[in-house]
């Protein structure tokens, strides 16, 4: 059984020098990448879906296939706001997150009383159930259509979206720094403690006293919220809203964005996320039909060699760097 985190662990997620790097890079893209800027803001949202799913699976231990729900829930939520009229992007977006975290609450209770292969597979039954009823749905959804025309006023009023992808970029980048921040002080907390107690021995935190479905079910709606703002924003910047939002292929691509990045680190998407896109993206180009072989080479190379994805990889090599320089 692995040891609880220990005090030096915990006090990292309240800020670390390293991560300052990942948002410096970010912002030196927006200027020196600006033709890439579209490709850059999915990514960003998808190193947003990554932490809401980290929050879930690598620190509340809840192994769950049908993530994508509540991601599609706020993108088709958004994209039908803004086609009611509702055009305001802020509002939108909260109103995307909650109508997530509200269907969350309301699953959680049944759901999180299941672990292990049973919550994987009912998770696995809920998105294809999901799926199949916004696609039978064509007078909501659009069906295989999906939602089109989808109009968002500009930001405060002031910035209008344009095609470039200036002000797209910086929303979803502000909305991840927001949300990155929060993950970060609630992992640090005391219910984020107990969360990964939770994590570690649910039937000792029961014998402690602690309401563990209460604790996981709060854990669930927070992820489910995330997951609903980082649908609601993708509404939002591609003005389209289609059923692969809801499709179990993006359940499957965070959760392996975070073995590749590293599960439980709470950074493990904003490193994942990246490599995998990027590394999608060209395989794709190299072979449209057998790209996921590179995808499990991939896996296989990262899981065998460096514990704790990618993070962890980096981390044992500064380690073993550090020891080799350090005075005897």
């Not at 199949?132 to 259509?145: M, P, R, Y």
């Amino acid at each position: 059984m692995r040891q609880l985190p220990s005090a030096s662990v915990l006090s990292w997620h309240h800020g670390h020098p390293a991560e300052w790097l990942w948002w410096l890079l970010a912002v030196l893209a927006f200027f020196v990448l600006p033709q890439y800027l579209a490709i850059g803001t999915l990514v960003l949202i998808m190193v947003l879906f990554a932490l809401s799913f980290d929050l879930l699976l690598g620190f509340a231990g809840v192994v769950t296939l049908g993530h994508a729900v509540f991601f599609g829930i706020g993108a088709y939520t958004a994209g039908l706001l803004a086609l009611a009229g509702w055009n305001e992007p802020l509002s939108g977006v909260v109103i995307g997150g909650a109508v997530s975290a509200l269907v969350a609450a309301i699953l959680g209770p049944l759901l999180l009383r299941l672990t292990g292969l049973p919550l994987i597979m009912v998770t696995l039954a809920l998105g294809a159930m999901f799926f199949e009823g916004a696609s039978k749905a064509v007078w909501l959804t659009g069906g295989d259509d999906g939602l089109a025309g989808i109009q968002i006023a500009p930001l405060f009023g002031l910035f209008r979206w344009g095609l470039r992808g200036h002000v797209k970029y910086l929303y979803v980048l502000g909305w991840l720094l927001v949300l990155t921040y929060l993950a970060r002080r609630l992992i640090a907390s005391p219910f984020g403690v107990t969360l990964q107690g939770i994590r570690e021995n649910a039937d000792r935190m029961r014998l402690l006293g602690v309401p563990v479905l209460l604790h996981l079910v709060i854990a669930y709606t927070i992820s489910a919220g995330m997951a609903g703002i980082a649908g609601a924003l993708l509404a939002q910047t591609q003005a389209f809203v289609s059923l692969d939002v809801l499709h179990l292929e993006l359940a499957i691509d965070v959760l392996v964005m975070l073995v590749l990045g590293g599960i439980g680190s709470l950074y493990g998407g904003f490193i994942g996320a990246p490599v995998y896109m990027l590394v999608r993206h060209f395989a794709q180009q190299w072979n449209p039909f057998y790209w996921m072989i590179v995808i499990g080479l991939l896996l296989i190379v990262v899981v065998r060699l460096g514990r704790g994805g990618l993070l962890g990889a980096g981390r044992q090599v500064l380690a073993r760097l550090s020891s080799g320089i350090s005075p005897r």
